[in-house]
């Protein structure tokens, strides 16, 4: 017994402290061709790549199995993994058309969703709805499917674009005939949340919360919003460079600074902390729960950029090498890059293991010293 609770005494000064988290990292690809553009829901991964010949194709791994999803004559680009399902947009000659089409892969059959003479661009999707952009001979539309029909989101005389998807809900990035405005379709009807004097850019939504940067001071002096479904609150109040926001649930993510210099940023629902602090550039954070990953040049200079990841309480560095890192996406606790090997870009992915916090770890070895304690004390009755 005395062995025991010395043991517990150790192991209490020893995690008492310190968060536990590790990450394993798998690359996923390995041949003599560049694999570009992963994405990743749960623990499917997709990804644009060649097949050895001349056109690139879709790949979907599933947690065990790559599968590659299209083989034809033509390239494929830009795909996207809701769950099970995967969209992407190629240029379907020979099938009676010559624009840019859409296809859904539901995790057993592939359907074209669009066939028409224009070019279709850019799909998103979230769970059964997709949605893209069209030029429709003048300017860019927006369209959502729903799983069983098409609408058309937007009809106008100006380019509607950079468009993101959650649920139901779609977010864009379109003109009132002056300057830039951020629009919302919820299912049923469209609002537009920007009436300004300036260019609002970059809406990203997740749920009934949405988010862009709006150049109000003009030049590079741009700020970012969060609009949760009633209110539009403004997140940064500077005179410097914010972008490119991104949100999961109430966590808002974005870079800011000045060229060479730009830092992470993190807003949780009620207060912003600034993640990175350092001489070179960190950009483009993706957010998904309390995870946050970004690409940093973590060498000061060059194109040396790494993959660093940021679990809720701890920074981790996922590469460490003379090559490319980029285009870093995480969903919950996987992450995806693609990433030089020294010939050819590969995908990667990183998936962190739960371990249990200190509390809860000295809980359970408090409540197992307690049970050898009693079954001690009957043995010596």
Not at 114 to 138: A, E, F, I, K, L
Not at 202 to 228: M, R, T
Request: glycine content about 10%; proline content about 2%.
């Amino acid at each position: 017994m005395r062995w025991f609770i010395a043991a517990l005494i150790v192991l209490v000064q020893v995690f008492g402290g310190v968060a536990q988290a590790e990450w394993t990292i798998t690359q996923l690809t390995d041949n003599s061709h560049n694999d570009f553009s992963p994405q990743v829901s749960g623990s499917n991964v997709v990804w644009r790549g060649y097949d050895g010949g001349s056109d690139s194709e879709i790949f979907l791994y599933d947690g065990s199995t790559t599968t590659q999803l299209t083989n034809n004559s033509y390239n494929d680009y830009s795909p996207q993994v809701s769950g099970s399902n995967v969209v992407w947009y190629g240029h379907a000659s020979g099938s009676g058309n010559s624009g840019r089409e859409i296809f859904l892969y539901d995790g057993s059959t592939t359907t074209q969703l669009t066939n028409n003479s224009y070019n279709d661009y850019s799909p998103q999707v979230s769970g059964s709805n997709v949605v893209w952009q069209r030029h429709d001979g003048s300017d860019y539309e927006i369209f959502l499917y729903d799983g069983s029909s098409t609408t058309q989101l937007t009809n106008n005389s100006y380019d509607d674009w950079s468009h993101h998807v959650s649920g139901s809900n779609v977010v864009w990035r379109g003109s009132d005939g002056s300057d830039l405005e951020i629009f919302l379709y919820d299912g049923s009807s469209t609002t537009q949340l920007t009436n300004n004097s300036y260019s609002d850019l970059w809406p990203q939504v997740s749920a009934s919360n949405v988010v862009w940067a709006g150049f109000e001071g003009g030049g590079s002096d741009a700020e970012i919003f969060l609009y949760d479904g009633t209110t539009t609150t403004q997140l940064t109040d500077d005179s410097g460079y914010n972008a490119y926001p991104n949100v999961s649930g109430s966590n808002v993510v974005w870079f800011a600074g000045t060229y060479l210099n730009y830092e992470i940023f993190l807003y949780d629902g009620s207060t912003t902390t600034q993640l990175t602090d350092n001489s070179y550039n960190d950009w483009h954070p993706q957010v998904s729960g309390s995870n946050v990953v970004w690409r940093g040049q973590v060498g000061g200079s060059g194109s040396d950029y790494e993959i660093l990841v940021y679990d809720g309480s701890t920074t981790t560095q996922l590469t460490d090498n003379s090559y490319i890192d980029d285009d870093p996406q995480v969903c919950g606790s996987n992450v995806v890059w693609l990433g030089s090997d020294g010939s050819d870009y590969e995908i990667f992915l990183a998936t962190s293991t739960a371990i249990p916090e200190p509390s809860t770890l000295i809980l359970l070895l408090l409540g197992a010293a307690g049970l050898a304690l009693h079954a001690y004390r009957r043995r010596r009755r």
